[in-house]
């Protein structure tokens, strides 16, 4: 029995994205009309990965949604856009008597009082002769755009985390 031949030139990422925005005011609809979202990164010649998406609270936030878009390229045409998947944000509360209530009254055991992240499921990826793992995949040029449901107070902080190929 004749074994396989290598691979020999396996995929690996080449360079490590960090990728940061902070999002407050960044407000927009499933359907871009008008306002554009907020820009994170483009991805180089070759495409790359995202494996890791946090959402971080920077305090007080009422409810709201992470919508996550995309574009084959970094331009400012709203029809250019995609919404790629959206993920609800929890309303996060910090000032909770012992009551369990919170400074105005608001029963709040349905609420988020730890300033803890939120870890934004991403798209599975399989293959045949891998595992699953978990992963948003993009060819090269193409930008990634964030916007929120509604303004929050205090923020979140968005962190991405791949690898260009």
């Known amino acids: 029995m004749a074994l396989a031949k290598p691979n020999t030139q396996p995929i690996y990422t080449n360079t490590i994205i960090n990728w940061d ?15 554009p979202p907020e820009f994170i ?26 919508r996550i ?6 331009d400012s045409v709203i029809s250019s856009y995609s919404l790629l998947f959206e993920v609800a944000l929890p309303r996060i509360v910090s000032d909770v008597n012992a009551s369990g209530l919170d400074l105005v009254g608001t029963n ?29 995949v993009r060819e090269g040029g193409y930008s990634l755009y964030a916007s929120l449901g509604v303004a929050v107070a205090s923020g979140w902080d968005l962190h991405l985390e791949g690898g260009e190929y």
């Open 69 to 74: 878009f995309g574009a084959r390229t970094a």
């Open 21 to 35: 925005v902070r999002l407050t005011t960044q407000v927009t609809d499933r359907v871009l009309t008008t306002t």
């Open 108 to 136: 709040v055991a349905t609420d988020v009082h730890a300033l803890s992240d939120v870890e934004v499921p991403l798209p599975r990826i399989y293959s045949r002769n891998t595992e699953e793992s978990r992963g948003l």
């Open 41 to 66: 990164g483009t991805f180089g010649t070759f495409g790359g990965i995202i494996w890791n998406i946090r959402a971080v609270p920077l305090g007080n936030n009422a409810p709201t949604t992470l």
